[in-house]
């Protein structure tokens, strides 16, 4: 998609990434949030994702279609070296390649910033991001059993891991 291009997010398309998370909020079991975040909340998370932890998105003629980050994945400084990724796809524009383009990104600034392992939480029934994780060689590490409950169901949360 030549006119495809990712950049780091900036304080201008928060807006964008949020409307982007709702729509999976309200509408789907990819995230357990049940209630939208706040713009405010929305500029914390932001704030909070220091160089070692960054939001891009992607834009596609000018537009921002998605976006992904990579976060600590534990509070504790032994972890420092793992990350826990995640990306969103405006529901308008799946099936494009923008996700795995930016899933590339996003492995690719994780070598680059010196992370060794990217871990994955999805849920269990979320088809369409297990297999873009596992076609770009994550691996299922472990499955925790009906620890979600959203849309009156339980749901499955499967861990997959990617060595860098
Ligand atoms: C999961 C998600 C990020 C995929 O993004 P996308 O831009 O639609 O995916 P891509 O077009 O880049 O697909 C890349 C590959 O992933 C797999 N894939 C993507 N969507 C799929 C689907 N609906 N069914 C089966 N495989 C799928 C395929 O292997 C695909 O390659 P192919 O099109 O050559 O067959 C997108 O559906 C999304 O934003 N979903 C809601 C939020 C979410 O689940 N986020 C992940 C939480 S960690």
Not at 37 to 49: G, N, V, Y
Not at 109 to 125: N, Q, T, Y
Request: proline share 4%; charged share 20%.
């Amino acid at each position: 998609m030549t006119n495809l291009s990712i950049r780091p997010a900036t304080t201008d398309v928060l807006n964008t990434i949020n409307a982007i998370y709702t729509h999976s909020v309200l509408h789907s079991t990819a995230t357990y949030q049940t209630e939208p975040s706040t713009d405010a909340e929305r500029a914390l998370w932001f704030a909070a994702h220091g160089p070692q932890h960054p939001v891009i998105v992607a834009e596609l003629d000018g537009r921002v279609v998605g976006w992904g980050s990579l976060s600590p994945f534990h509070a504790r400084a032994a972890f420092a070296r793992t990350v826990e990724e995640s990306l969103y796809i405006h529901q308008d524009f799946h099936r494009r390649g923008i996700g795995k383009a930016i899933l590339v990104e996003l492995l690719k600034r994780a070598k680059d910033l010196g992370h060794h392992r990217v871990i994955a939480a999805i849920s269990g029934d979320q088809e369409p991001s297990l297999a873009l994780h596992e076609s770009m060689g994550f691996t299922e590490r472990g499955r925790l059993t009906e620890v979600g409950f959203k849309f009156d169901r339980w749901l499955d949360l499967v861990y997959l891991e990617y060595r860098l």
